[in-house]
Nanobody
């Protein structure tokens, strides 16, 4: 069994900061790429940031310079540090990871349950 659990969401004023975490648990050989997506009400889910197993990162243009994705492989955890938050950042944030479980001959993709981020004016 593999699970991804997000935490760290909440309500913050514009200009404030939040740090999201996504911890993977279960039995697996490795975690490959890890990603953060977000989905605002009435909008499609969008990719916010990606980090490869080697630590290379990519960001959506809307968050470049404000958000930082990182990972701690020893803790099987990915983080999203969000600074200078704007009301437009309000959304449910989901982690998404490619994982090779012990009981599978192939890798699988997993979604976390999501954590709400609300940025007020």
């Amino acid at each position: 069994q593999v699970q991804l659990v997000e935490s760290g969401g909440g309500l913050v004023q514009a200009g404030g900061s939040l740090r999201l975490s996504c911890a993977a648990s279960g039995s697996f050989f490795r975690i490959n790429a890890m990603n953060w997506y977000r989905q605002a009400p009435g909008k499609q889910r969008e990719l916010v940031a990606t980090i490869t197993s080697g630590g290379s990162t990519n960001y959506a243009d809307s968050v470049k310079g404000r958000f930082t994705i990182s990972r701690d492989n020893a803790k099987n955890t990915v983080y999203l540090q969000m600074n200078s938050l704007k009301p437009e950042d309000t959304a449910v944030y989901y982690c998404y990871a490619n994982v090779h479980p012990y009981d599978s001959i192939i890798t699988r993709n997993y979604w976390g349950q999501g954590t709400q981020v609300t940025v007020s004016s």
